[in-house]
């Protein structure tokens, strides 16, 4: 316990670092923004922005990251509430109370409770996150390749049972991921694989960025475009310090619901399919069900907005986690984030904690400071968030758009890899339409490489016999994973049925 | 096109396309099965992997047929008209910028497509439009070129020579 305190104290002191404080800064800013653009989420501006951050060393840029993700959960509130569409997937529960408080000409009420349920919700999750994260990493530095890889199938097995998409397109989704990861020269054997039409270009494989940055960026905005039709209608919002005096004593109110969905928000943002978006909507529930008027909710009540902006703050922090202590990304933006530690020569999993303590408890020490540091930005700038939600999509759009072809550009230095990236982005966005999931593709590609690897070590070890993963004896960690893994595959086929007989008994 | 129609074919290429990734390994000569003495070999993985992306399409075909998805039942067009065009139009763009870029370089092609964009897509006005493109370039050279020291591509040598006397020009009296 001295330990962990120890630890996070030299974590704390390293992000007030004068270059990590300014990550911290200009990672909230940017994360407030991206989050209030509708139709851009954290996801979209770590993919976008990771190319940047090479320009300082790994622990600020992993900061820099980590605060974007964290700004963006409270930019999303924003545009939830002043234009009714959510700023980021994340923020949608945020609209069903936040939009009807808004109409009231209660928007300002609505943003301060946003904000600061934002706050509760991540310092309660970091605060677990402090206290989870090394007993975890401590397991998991025991584990072999069969419990890497049986922790990799639970993780997509997630995707299937809790995703709540098409179940054959988000397997296809996730075996193609798992397929473009093998383009290139082969680990073990070294030969050439999947070099598609002779292209020595793909000698060198399909980056994870490439992928990402042509689904979140380019398809996202294509998307954006055609959902919105480039414009956007949106009310005014100004905040004094008057009405947030005033609004401070009314978070008694929505306390209780708050911490609940704080609680819940961190626990369900670990899951790899779950993540934010659901964690909202599950609190929102959960604040309903228990709410002594749920009949208000829906009309403008504020636990109604407390509650979803809570949980996704906290899922962010969450999802974190398993990424940190496992290697096993948490949701689509943590697997980039993860992608950029191998690019930045970092292992994620486990022995990052022994190996790298700077980089693991700098980045939990600035989640405390970003979490003070954004709700201040926030509440402050209220009024000039909103004023940017005002920037037409015909000026953001190009802007997007060649960041994108430039951070990839910069990242592979290959014009190949530019176009690779806009194919898949038109790709992405077509299928995408078709409602194929396109997160667990992005998921799959980064864990391709880890997860071949750890299947054949663990097939070499055994001679070829599968049942090593299932061995009660040598892998019961691994045996357990699986039979979790097995149980997610088969809930929606169990859930369908029982739909059935309900409606059978029904007519 | 209906959504319907779009189904169809999406998971028709699909299954081509997966059939197509088994070929490959299948004339790469890659070895799908137990190597003895060598562990899984190296087509195991995209084979069999594909093999489900092909299986998994084929389901979707099925229920197509059967029309148990929501996108088989949907005859709405699959890109709204009003809208098709606005998309259409910024992907056509983007990929006109990204063509250009071997001919006349990054700055000139971006500052090309961001002007083509606000102005004509956007309808904003000269002095806007301007301002953000000298912007963009300016912020991208300076974040790239500079802070990051990335040679972003300057196209054919006689936009190159330009570029070439502006990073002297920086070498000379900034480094």
């Known amino acids: 316990m001295f330990e962990i305190a120890d630890l996070l104290a030299a974590g704390l002191l390293q992000s007030f670092e004068p270059l990590n404080l300014a990550m911290i800064l200009a990672g909230c800013m940017a994360g407030l923004f991206i989050g209030a653009m509708p139709g851009l989420g954290s996801v979209n501006g770590v993919a976008i922005l990771l190319p940047v951050t090479f320009l300082v060393p790994p622990t600020a840029a992993i900061i820099f990251l980590a605060a974007l993700y964290y700004g963006a959960m409270y930019g999303g509130a924003i545009s939830s509430i002043t234009l009714g569409i959510p700023g980021a997937s994340t923020a949608v529960a945020t609209v069903f109370d936040g939009r009807p408080m808004a109409q009231k000409g209660k928007a300002n009420q609505a943003m301060m409770a946003a904000a600061i349920a934002s706050f509760i919700g991540g310092t309660i999750s970091i605060i677990l996150f402090t206290l989870f994260a090394p007993p975890l990493a401590e397991v998991a530095l025991k584990f072999g390749p069969q419990e890497e890889f049986a922790l990799m199938i639970l993780a997509f097995a997630t995707f299937i049972g809790l995703g709540g998409d098409d179940i054959p397109k988000t397997i296809f989704s996730i075996l193609l991921g798992l397929v473009m990861a093998a ?152 697997a980039i984030l993860l992608g950029g530690m191998i690019i930045w020569g970092l292992r994620p999993g486990p022995l990052l904690f022994a190996n790298n303590p700077d980089f693991v408890w700098g980045l939990i020490g600035s989640m405390y400071v970003a979490n003070f540091v954004t709700v201040a930005l926030n509440l402050a700038l209220i009024p000039l968030f909103v004023r940017v939600l005002a920037m037409p999509f015909t000026i953001l759009t190009p802007i997007i758009f060649i960041l994108c072809f430039v951070g990839v550009f910069a990242t592979t230095d290959r014009m190949f890899d530019v176009w690779l990236m806009l194919a898949l982005g038109l790709g992405g966005y077509l299928l995408r339409k078709l409602n194929y999931p396109v997160a667990p593709a992005v998921l799959a590609i980064v864990l391709g490489p880890l997860a071949e690897r750890s299947m054949r070590q663990s ?31 088969l809930y929606p086929v169990w859930s369908n049925y029982r739909r059935k007989i309900a409606n059978k008994t029904a007519f | ?110 500052a090309l497509f961001l002007g083509f964009y606000m102005r004509f897509v956007g309808k904003h006005s000269w002095p806007m439009t301007s301002a953000t493109v000298f912007g963009a370039v300016i912020f991208i050279y300076f974040l790239f070129e500079w802070q990051l020291s990335k040679y972003l591509p300057k196209g054919l040598p006689m936009f190159e020579d330009g570029f070439l006397w502006l990073d002297n020009f920086r070498w000379e009296y900034f480094m």
Request: net charge neutral.
């Open chain 2, 1 to 110: 096109m209906s959504t319907r129609t779009a189904e169809l074919l999406a998971s028709i290429a699909l299954i081509v396309f997966s059939l197509g990734l088994m070929w490959t390994v299948h004339t790469d000569g890659l070895k799908i099965g137990w190597v003895p003495e060598r562990g899984p070999g190296s087509g195991v993985w995209p084979f069999w992997l594909s093999l489900g992306m092909a299986l998994t399409s084929l389901w979707t075909l099925v229920r197509w047929f059967r029309r148990t998805t929501p996108e088989s039942r949907n005859e709405a067009p699959y890109i709204e008209s009003d809208r098709f065009g606005l998309v259409a139009i910024s992907f056509i763009a983007l990929t006109a910028m990204i063509f250009l870029v071997a001919i006349v370089g990054t700055y000139i092609s971006i």
């Open chain 1, 459 to 489: 097939l070499i070890g055994s001679q070829g016999d599968v049942t090593t993963f299932i061995s009660i004896s040598e892998h019961p960690i691994s045996l357990g994973c699986i039979v979790i893994a097995v149980a997610l595959m």
């Open chain 1, 183 to 334: 383009v290139g020269f082969d680990i073990i054997s070294g030969k050439p694989r999947l070099i598609f039409f002779d292209m020595v270009e793909f000698q060198r494989g399909i980056g994870f960025l490439v992928l990402a940055i042509g689904i979140y960026g380019i398809g996202e905005m294509l998307w954006t475009l055609e959902q919105t039709g480039g414009k956007v209608k949106f009310d005014r919002v100004s905040a004094t310090w008057a009405e947030l005096k005033k609004h401070l004593g009314e978070i008694k109110k929505y306390l209780p619901t708050t911490s609940l969905s704080s609680v819940l928000g961190f626990f369900v943002g670990t899951l790899p399919a779950a993540g934010a978006t659901p964690a909202s909507l599950m609190a929102y529930g959960l604040a309903k069900t228990f709410s002594k008027d749920p009949d208000s909710f829906g009309k403008g009540n504020i636990s109604g907005v407390a509650a979803p902006e809570a949980a996704n703050n906290a899922a962010s922090t969450g999802s974190m986690l398993p990424m940190i202590t496992l290697g096993i990304p948490g949701s689509p933006t943590t």
